[in-house]
């Protein structure tokens, strides 16, 4: 099966830095995904390592290491309209296995 | 283009009723997935269709149900509703078999089921 751990909750100040962590136990997976859930809205898809290292997409970076089964999405000037829930996922077979989620909120 | 259309965006089902849920996937994507988010259990996988056949299925009764029409539109059914079932349905989009990409699933706005 896959399983994939986030914290539940981070609070962070408007235009700082914060980093959500997401460790996972699965196997032959293609890559590690971000996706972002806005209340009573749709998933909308972030950013995807698909090699270790770190992607860069404007704000957001993501960066995975198979080696240590971990990887993180790293938000930049943090906006209020970025405060949401954050998933991480693994693609597996084409469906997607989704981790705990996040839900950040940023204050002024 | 047209994203993920869902339908019905909201409903109030009895226990014990069923209910039906549809999806229209973004035109020329020919894989369906649906999931069940709920606060608890967070979103899980309940199954995918391609090109009419189902491919992948999530640990889930087999209350559980879904099939795929021959224009990709998909439709999910559950029976004998539990109050537990109570959930947001969302329903996922992609082109085909693209393991080596992880940015190509489109998800739609959900379906909200209420069990009373």
């Known amino acids: 099966g896959q399983s994939l751990e986030q914290p539940s909750e981070v609070t962070a100040v408007e235009g700082a830095i914060v980093q959500i962590n997401c460790t996972y136990q699965t196997s032959g997976f293609y890559g590690l995904s971000w996706y972002q859930q806005h209340d009573g809205g749709a998933p909308t898809f972030l950013s995807y390592n698909a090699l270790d290292g770190l992607e860069e997409t404007g704000r957001f970076s993501s960066f995975l290491s198979r080696s240590d089964s971990y990887g993180y999405l790293l938000l930049q000037e943090l906006q209020m309209k970025d405060s949401a829930s954050y998933f991480c996922a693994v693609k597996y077979r084409n469906n997607l296995f989704f981790g705990t989620g996040t839900r950040l909120t940023v204050i002024p | 283009k047209a994203g993920v259309t869902q339908t019905p965006r909201y409903l109030i089902k009895t226990r014990g009723q069923q209910v039906t849920l549809s999806c229209s996937p973004i035109s020329g994507h020919r894989s369906v997935s649906w999931y069940q988010q709920t606060p608890g259990q967070g979103l899980q996988f309940l199954f995918e269709y391609f090109s009419e056949t189902q491919r992948n299925k999530g640990n889930f009764p087999g209350r559980f149900s879904g099939r795929q029409f021959s224009n990709s539109r998909s439709e999910m059914n559950v029976s004998t509703l539990e109050l537990g079932d109570s959930a947001l349905y969302l329903c996922?989009?992609?082109?085909?078999?693209?393991?080596?990409?992880?940015?190509?699933?489109?998800f739609g706005e959900g379906s909200w089921l209420t069990v009373v």
């Open positions: 996922a989009s992609s082109w085909g078999q693209e393991p080596s990409s992880g940015n190509t699933i489109y």
